[in-house]
């Protein structure tokens, strides 16, 4: 069987957890910041996991995650 080929826009976004799942960074965190509240840009900090009703289509276009 040939080799698959990775979604290349996914595999920039979204890295395999531990336990199987997949994680990602919040978007709008990179310019045009001072129109946006604190507590928004703190919301945005930091990467987040993806819903468990999304892992298995993200698992489908990163096959050797």
């Given at each position: 069987m040939?080799?698959?080929?990775?979604?290349?826009?996914?595999?920039?976004?979204?890295k395999?957890?531990?336990?199987?799942?997949?994680?990602?960074?919040?978007?709008h965190?990179r310019?045009?910041?001072t129109?946006?509240?604190?507590?928004?840009?703190?919301?945005?900090r930091g990467?987040?996991?993806?819903?468990?009703?999304d892992?298995?289509?993200?698992?489908?276009?990163l096959?050797?995650?």
């Amino acid at each position: 069987m040939p080799k698959l080929k990775s979604n290349r826009g996914a595999a920039k976004r979204f890295k395999r957890t531990g336990s199987g799942g997949f994680k990602f960074n919040h978007s709008h965190r990179r310019h045009i910041l001072t129109k946006k509240s604190t507590k928004r840009k703190r919301q945005l900090r930091g990467p987040d996991l993806v819903h468990p009703s999304d892992v298995a289509s993200i698992a489908q276009m990163l096959p050797y995650s």
